[in-house]
């Protein structure tokens, strides 16, 4: 079941909001968003939390900074999905524009699996690194960096997940997330962790003279900052929009990098309109493409390219990556929808399933499909190495999918092998022959936490938008905000006469639907067949661009038969 509920605001932020000289409808949304005043929508970068209040940064900053001085060998250990890739390229391009000895590894995900394992620390140490460095992983590695010490190698951990009850022996952990760390953004992104780390390790270089006035510009790291924070679907809180912000307004400047300009050309996209819906949707899938068929490397190759042939090269094989990694994903999207055709849901909280035959690096989106489809916890399976098999996991609001995971591990020990991730999102391994008792198991976890009214899917709406308010000026205003998980796109809704339809891209209606007195050219995305003559939408405002000229769009994105007319 769906149900359209208007978002509830405060009036009195409404009103602020509005004699501060916000738009009436934004300061609608605004408000309805916990915005409170229009200084708290300022994007300048004097307005992020400081460096200092992150734990532990100044101290890793001390760290690095020594290491810089005295020649040592640094060596990124990434993770190998966006938020991995573009932390990355941050350390790589800071560490080596302030000098730094600096080389990075990524992991592939069949052969290593996730985090700095022991098996990623020896390898690490066939390059005779002083230290490792973490980024988007390491806060749960307490066997790699056991390992690295008793290799002589020194680990400093840069992460942003949750940690689990013991924390690794790492000579420095930065981790908003872990246990003493009052830093107010809880959601920053590993990319975010990591150019915090830069930002301190330069105000050290420059206390010690290091620099002789020619200092580096991190901002021209903010690109790859808003790339991975978007990617990686963290709460875009209001530290994060102005990381994102800062880094969009890079790219519609023209100041973007040779691989992320790339990844727009074999997007398709104009980076001039950079958004939020560009970075998630368009070059973030391409961009994990690398780490879930092939090497993360293809993609941090691309994001540190000077050369923009070289980068085009490299964004071409991203772009080609996934399309392959689509085609995968419908067919093991046809065969779960299979499976789940004869499923009475009535009273099941959650979905597992496995089937020997799908790719581990799809399991996630896998999981996130169907998950979509019939909002429930779901929980994807591949088969991984030695009769272990790994699953992916997405939620729905509500139940924390990591809580529920060590609930789970704590009732059923030894079950789970390893598991970790967020409350959305979470990856874990079991033995193949295990999986009828853990997917009963996560039923129970997801029975004792879920109740029958969690399970009804809710549409939020910024409510009716009067038709004098539905202009392409409103339009373009949203398109240059940033949205995103925990600051949602607008959307509103309505009761539309369909005036006009046809198929267009055999999957697509055009659509000519009339408000009032007006009538509003929409779009219907993967819906090929007719519309009753009166519906009640969903939608939200679009900036139509063809042949030179602008002109509004309503993209529908519910819509259910209404009796009115």
Known sequence: MKRIVSRKYPEDARKTLEQEGIDPVLARVYAARGIRSSGEMERSLDRLV??????????????????????KRLLIVA????????????????????????????????????GLTPEIVRLASEKKPDFIVTVDNGIASVEGVNEAKSMGIEVLVTDHHLPGDRLPDALCIVNPNQPGCEFPSKHLAGVGVMFYVMMALRAELRNRGHFDGKEPNLAALLDLVALGTVADVVKLDANNRILVSQGLQRMRNGKARAGIDALFSVAKRDPSRASSYDLGFMLGPRLNAAGRLEDMSIGIEC?????????FEFADRLDGLNRERKSIESQMQQEANATLES?????????????PNWHQGIIGILASRIKDRHHRPSVAFARGNEGEIKGSGRSIPGFHLRDALDLVSKKHPGLILKFGGHAQAAGLTVREEEFSRFREAF???????????????IIETDGVLEASHMTLD?????????????FPEPQFEGIFSVVNQRMVGEKHLKLKLGFGSRTFDAMLFFHADPLPDSVRAVYGL??????????????????????DS
Request: glycine share 10%; hydrophobic share 40%; net charge negative.
């Open 343 to 355: 499923v009475d849901f009535e009273g099941k909280y959650s979905i597992s399933l496995f089937d």
């Open 303 to 311: 994001l540190l390219s000077r050369d923009a042939g070289r980068a």
């Open 474 to 486: 409103l339009a373009k205003r949203m398109e240059q905000e940033v949205w995103g998980q925990g």
């Open 79 to 114: 993770d190998y999905d966006s938020d991995g890739a573009t932390a990355c390229a941050v350390g790589m391009s800071a560490l080596d524009a302030m000098g730094a000895c600096v080389d990075y590894i990524v992991p592939n995900r069949f052969e290593y699996g996730y």
């Open 542 to 563: 679009a900036v139509n661009e063809y042949n030179g000229s602008s002109t509004l769009q309503l993209l529908i994105r519910h819509w259910e038969e209404s009796q």
């Open 50 to 71: 400081p460096f200092g209040k992150l734990k532990n940064a100044g101290r890793m900053a001390e760290i690095l900074a020594d290491a810089v001085q005295e020649g």
């Open 443 to 457: 039923e129970e976890a997801a029975s004792a936490l879920l109740s029958e009214s969690d399970l009804e899917k």
